[in-house]
């Protein structure tokens, strides 16, 4: 099963919502669905859909999916983080009124520069679901985490 989830964010994240439904479409997934889409407009087609999940409920959710497609929020990538199923990343972006700013994209690009899979478009996301690897952000290295941090620090001076 394939978990899509993008988190109970005000602003609708309807392009993932069109991209799983055009990879359902196309028959490119090939396996069960679950999708939890807060305030998303457009639900894909053939697809397990909830538009809110208990804690306890996604957690079960991750441990069952073979894989997890999650927006880039960073209560997400923590949670996902410290479990075992291979996930990739979508960053919200300002451009597409997404959320307020683009702060998911600056950290998807910081995190991609580390070797965690990040979805720039549908097809990143076949070819990360033909072959997923779990890659741990608490398994970086000290450089790789310096490398984030000067990057978030330049982003947001203090």
Known sequence: M???TVGTEKFPFDR???WIEELLQADLLGEEVVVQYGTC???PAGSKVY???REAEFRALIQEARVVVAHCGEGTVLLL???DTPFILV???HRFREHVDDHQVELAQAMAS???PIAWGPADL???LDDPRKVSISDLSVAAAQVLCNRLEQRFPA
Do not use: C, E, N, Y
């Open 91 to 93: 960053p919200r972006s």
């Open 81 to 83: 983080d410290a479990m």
């Open 2 to 4: 394939i978990l899509v």
């Open 51 to 53: 538009r809110l999940v």
């Open 16 to 18: 993932l919502m069109h």
């Open 41 to 43: 407009t457009v639900l």
């Open 126 to 128: 076949v070819r990360f």
């Open 114 to 116: 580390m070797g965690v």
